[in-house]
């Protein structure tokens, strides 16, 4: 959910109840054009707790890279710290991208490690391919188990469906840029090009009434705030999320 168009920052809340989770993300991006392919900084806080367990995990997103040139292709880039706030344990990753030219087979790697905060004792060895299996090997004993296996994990993925239409809110990212969405899967791109100018008018032209009289936008589900040393903070209203219309099996 965008809670702020300039700069752009950007929230998310979810909740399972299942599994007694929350995750909160607060974050902005900030893209950069080399001439042969476009890097994507994404600056801000990301939060999953784990209740069950009385942990709270905070961490930082690698970069994201799309190349034009000379081969086509995206992939993950750059440094990505995870803290555990009650246990002192840090995970530290690197991911690594295709070289300029894509040799050197498949690059998508991972490598990291697991270690003390204070004592910065190493526990875990992280290595693997973030697109197929990712391994991690404990330095004490040497065993070595798999922890992220991609193809397992997107096995058992499955497309969402609207569960009842009519309880989809008209502001639904899927409602507002269905269009848009529509046009770009049909590469139709004149049609694309007039929906997003026309979603883009729209928000213009709520901003002049909301001008007119005297109102300020204020996001409906979070509180924002921002300083020079956090940086912008999104503290979601609600306790828990509600169910949503739109939903996997």
Known sequence: MLVSHHPPVSALHATDDKENIEMIWCHFAVSKFTGTSVETK?????QVKLYNHGETYEMSTPNLIIRFLPLPGAGWLGNVTIRCLETGLVAELNYISQSFFGFGGNRRLIKGKIFEALSKKSLYKIEGHWDSTVTVKNTTNAEVRTIYD???VLSGLQPPIVRNPESVWPTETAVVWGELNQAILNKDWEKAREAKRMVEERQRELLRERESKGETWIPKHFKV???????WDCSPIQKKVPKAPIVTQ
Do not use: D, F
């Open 42 to 46: 994404m600056h801000g806080k990301r």
């Open 150 to 152: 991609a193809k397992q």
């Open 225 to 231: 705030s921002y300083s020079k040393e956090q940086g």
